[in-house]
């Protein structure tokens, strides 16, 4: 099992910046992907942005393209989620994910944007 801890929530104002934090532990070597997704309150879980671990390919869903960006520290295990240009509607709670022979998730971490 990878054990999963995000941080970097919080409130913004719209426009402004955020960045998440997502440090995996645990059992890590088998994990070929990890990634955000979100949900808002009375919506269903959505994908966000991945990240391949070895090769760095990436995927984006349209409504972030362009203002979010996400990246990877191989040596820290973590993965990040910078979001730029942030909108009323991005407000959720925003879970890391990761895939190796499973799907394990972080406790999520909650981002508001205020209008």
């Known amino acids: 099992q990878v054990q999963l801890v995000e941080s970097g929530g919080g409130l913004v104002q719209a426009g402004g910046s955020l960045r998440l934090s997502c440090a995996a532990s645990g059992r890590t070597f088998g994990v070929y992907a990890m990634g955000w997704f979100r949900q808002a309150p009375g919506k269903e879980r959505e994908f966000v942005a991945t990240i391949n671990w070895s090769g760095g390919g990436t995927s984006y869903a349209d409504s972030v393209k362009g203002r979010f960006t996400i990246s990877r520290d191989n040596a820290k295990n973590t993965v990040y989620l910078q979001m730029n240009s942030l909108k009323p509607e991005d407000t959720a709670v925003y879970y890391c994910?990761?895939?190796?022979?499973?799907?394990?998730w972080g406790q999520g971490t909650q981002v508001t944007v205020s209008s």
């Open positions: 994910h990761a895939r190796s022979g499973r799907t394990d």
